[in-house]
C-alpha cells in the first residue's frame, strides 16, 4: 500500500487510480485559479519528498484540481504587496518548490489542464515533461507587475524555448496558447481535454514499467546535457551507465530480452 496520503489542505492525491505506480498531486485552489500561495508551495515540496519516498510511486504527475480552471494561474500576487526586499529574499531561499520539483528523483509530468501562467508556468517547466490542454494558455506576465520571473523563468524557459522566444515572451508578458507553446517547445504535447488523461496517463504508464534507478540516472544525464559541457556531458553519462552494471535490474532487463518476455524491476 502507497505511504503518499491525502493529508493536505490544498492538494489531493491519487495513487494508482489512472495508472499503476503513478502519482497524481492536483493543486486545490478554485477561489484563487490555484495561484501558489505559501501553503501550496510549502505542501507541494512535502508532496514531491513523500511521492520519491515511496517506493509505490515510479511517476508523479503534478496538475490543477478539476474545479479550478487553471493547473496554476500564477503567484499569489496578495502576498507580495506587503514584502520588502529582506522578506521576498528569505521566501526565496533555495530549495524552492521549482527545485523540489526540477530536483525529484523521479519523472515529474506537467498535466496542464488549464492556464500555466507566472510561477504556474515556471513550475511547469520545473518538471520533466508538460502536456497541456488545448484550451490552456501559457507566458510570464511579471513584467506586467514591474517584475521578472522569479521561479526559474528566465533560465529553465531560455533552454527550453531558446533566448528569442524568451526573451519575447518575458519582456511583453504576452500569453500564448497551447498549440504555439508546443510549436516553440514550452510544451511537449497537446490534446483535446476529453483525450488528456489518455495520453499523459499512457506516457506516464510507459515510464512507471521502467526500472526505477534507470530512470532516474537517465533523468539527471539528459538534464545533464543543457548544464554541462559536450565533453563534461557525456564523461557523466558514461559514468551513469557504467554504474547500472551493478544493479539487479540490469540483469532482470537483459534476461527478460533475451526470453522474450517483459521485465520485472525492483528498483534493485
Known amino acids: 500500500m502507497s505511504e503518499l496520503r491525502d493529508e493536505y489542505d490544498v492538494l489531493s492525491v491519487a495513487v494508482g487510480d489512472h495508472a499503476d505506480r503513478v502519482a497524481t498531486v492536483a ?4 477561489d ?3 495561484a501558489l500561495n505559501g501553503q501550496v508551495r510549502s505542501e507541494l515540496k512535502d508532496a514531491v519528498a513523500a511521492a520519491e519516498a515511496d517506493d509505490d510511486v515510479r511517476v508523479l504527475v503534478l496538475t490543477g484540481g478539476e474545479d479550478s480552471g487553471a493547473f496554476v494561474a500564477g503567484a499569489d500576487v496578495t502576498e507580495f504587496r506587503d514584502r520588502g526586499l529582506v522578506e521576498q529574499r528569505e521566501a526565496s531561499d533555495r530549495p524552492r518548490v521549482y527545485e523540489t520539483v526540477d530536483d525529484a528523483s523521479i519523472p515529474v509530468i506537467a498535466r496542464i489542464n ?5 510561477g504556474g508556468c515556471e513550475l511547469a517547466q ?14 510570464q506576465p511579471e513584467i506586467n507587475l514591474g517584475l521578472i520571473p522569479g521561479g526559474g523563468g528566465t533560465q529553465r524557459l531560455t533552454r ?7 526573451m519575447r515572451l518575458v519582456l511583453s508578458g504576452e500569453l500564448i496558447d497551447a498549440t504555439e507553446a508546443r510549436s516553440i517547445g514550452l510544451v511537449d504535447e497537446v490534446y483535446e481535454e476529453d483525450a488528456l488523461d489518455e495520453g499523459v496517463y499512457d506516457l506516464a504508464s510507459s515510464m512507471a514499467e521502467k526500472s526505477p534507478i534507470a530512470l532516474e540516472f537517465a533523468k539527471n544525464a539528459v538534464k545533464a546535457g543543457s548544464r554541462m559541457g559536450l565533453e563534461e ?3 557523466y553519462e558514461s559514468e551513469l551507465f557504467v554504474q547500472l552494471f551493478a544493479t539487479d535490474d540490469k540483469d532482470e532487463g537483459i534476461d527478460a530480452f533475451l526470453e522474450g518476455r517483459e521485465p520485472e524491476f525492483t528498483g534493485e
Open 160 to 166: 527550453l524555448v531558446g533566448e528569442g522566444q524568451a
Open 126 to 139: 520545473a518538471c520533466d515533461v508538460r502536456i497541456a490542454a488545448a484550451g490552456a494558455k501559457l507566458g
Open 114 to 118: 488549464g492556464h500555466a501562467l507566472g
Open 27 to 30: 493543486i486545490e485552489r478554485p
Open 233 to 235: 556531458g557525456l564523461q
Open 32 to 34: 484563487a485559479r490555484n
